[in-house]
């Protein structure tokens, strides 16, 4: 994270982002994107413009912060209780969630207001611990498990690659491939 | 491309983007980034800042169009005469000059002035030109040749996701493990 960010949790900067976030979705819903402004936002999150602009630098920074909470996950993976399942259902449900307008609009928000690369790294960050989540439960039931790194560079990379770097439909056939190349020919054999 | 840069090849488009691409350079290089704005980078191109305004829309647009320029490749990869040695040799230098810090710099400006992706587009196209380069020769000497695609998923992309978004040394060792998980696990057996 940013300097800007090392906030402790709880106390008056966690309400002044909850609210500064919460305004800016509100906002955006009722008005567009293109009419958000730092002192419009401020108003509307009862904080002063400088309380912003202190925190999150400018409007572009602030709707990165604001967008990469939007990629949070909201739970943990499905568990069903096999590990090529379970990352299958989930390389599906995140491809299709990352590439829908809103997710697409989500990471390009994350990448242009990133000065210092935190945000990027907060996405990373949630899709690793998801990936870890599943490894962790196969592992524990005793399946074979790929180091995290792998399922990183050949499942999440090529997904978000594609997303951000070539145009193109992907489908959840590219997904399950992905995890069908990772799982079959870059794990050590049994 | 946007249609902002649909231009026909030579003529005065051109000799404008080479001269307003050269000013932003110099200046660059004499003042530092921070100093850039788009009156300065006009009067030394001898353009009107207007020009610049309708061809790049502002002076992020212009900076990532001077950064996807700087990353385009100077030659082919080299010809070492095997598919194997031609890859590493190419994944190698991929990631030194992505991951050298003008190479980081160059990435980064060239996502953050990009609202359609066409810029991050040219970026990927320029290493997948040089993929095919390297695919076409050892099908020519009778090699057996992976698909540009999984070239592109498993090699190039997570190279540059990690750049992008997990902060972090890579080596050369990575570079060549990359080829060597592509070449050995995810092509057809023989």
Chains 1, 2 share one sequence.
Do not use: K, N
């Not at 994270?1 to 009722?30: D, F, I, K, W, Y």
Request: hydrophobic fraction near 40%; proline fraction near 8%.
């Amino acid at each position: 994270m940013s300097p800007r960010q090392m906030t402790r949790p709880g106390g008056r900067s966690a309400r002044v982002q909850e609210s500064v976030h919460a305004a800016v979705r509100a906002l955006e819903a009722e008005q567009g994107r293109a009419a958000l402004t730092v002192p419009l936002v401020a108003a509307r999150a009862g904080v002063t413009p400088s309380t912003i602009y202190r925190r999150w630098g400018d409007l572009q920074e602030l709707l990165s912060d604001v967008a990469v909470e939007r990629l949070r996950p909201e739970a943990p993976p499905a568990d069903h209780g096999a590990l090529r399942t379970d990352l299958e259902t989930w390389a599906e449900q995140f491809l299709e969630e990352m590439a829908s307008p809103p997710g697409r609009a989500y990471l390009r928000d994350a990448l242009a207001g990133d000065p210092d690369g935190s945000h990027a790294g907060q996405c990373s960050a949630y899709a690793a611990e998801q990936v870890d989540v599943i490894l962790a439960r196969a592992a524990d039931r005793g399946e074979q498990v790929p180091d995290a790194d792998i399922v990183m560079d050949h499942i999440v990379a090529p997904m978000i690659y594609r997303l951000v770097f070539r145009p193109g439909p992907m489908d959840a056939s590219y997904a399950r491939g992905l995890v069908e190349a990772t799982l079959s020919g870059l794990m050590p054999p049994r």
